[in-house]
């Protein structure tokens, strides 16, 4: 791994930590050639796994593009980007294992508006306004009184 400062690739780990799903691992490591400390994420190398698109187009999966979409909904909110990656991994892994190797996106945006709703209720609402595509004021509020009610599961 180089050194964000020096670019030196010596350097050592000082601490490991496993996801608790056990699918990423979080090190923190130091530069041996000028002490700088950094954090590096190992994750599991997923392939194979589809989009299945409203109007039936298939497109390969992008881990990057659904943590784009969850910054996105998380922006200028007390969410750390631990978190984000996090609920980003879990989403992941709830949706292989109920689906094979296609997930259609209304699952993808299940899943993230379940996890989101734990974490930011703002973030939830923002992303729901995209994902549901609400069209007036009126169905902002709907959804909004629906974070009074417990979370369906």
Known sequence: MRCPKCTSIEDKVIDSRISKEGNTIRRRRECLECGHRFTTTEMLVREGIYVIKQDGRREEFDREKLLRSVRAACQ??????????????????????????????KSIGDAVMQHLRKIDQVAYVRFASVYKEFRDVSEFMQEIKTLGQPAQE
């Open 76 to 105: 200028k909110r007390p969410v750390d980007s631990e978190q984000l990656t996090m609920l980003v991994e879990d989403v992941i892994d709830i949706l292989e294992a109920q689906h094979d190797s296609e997930i259609p996106t």
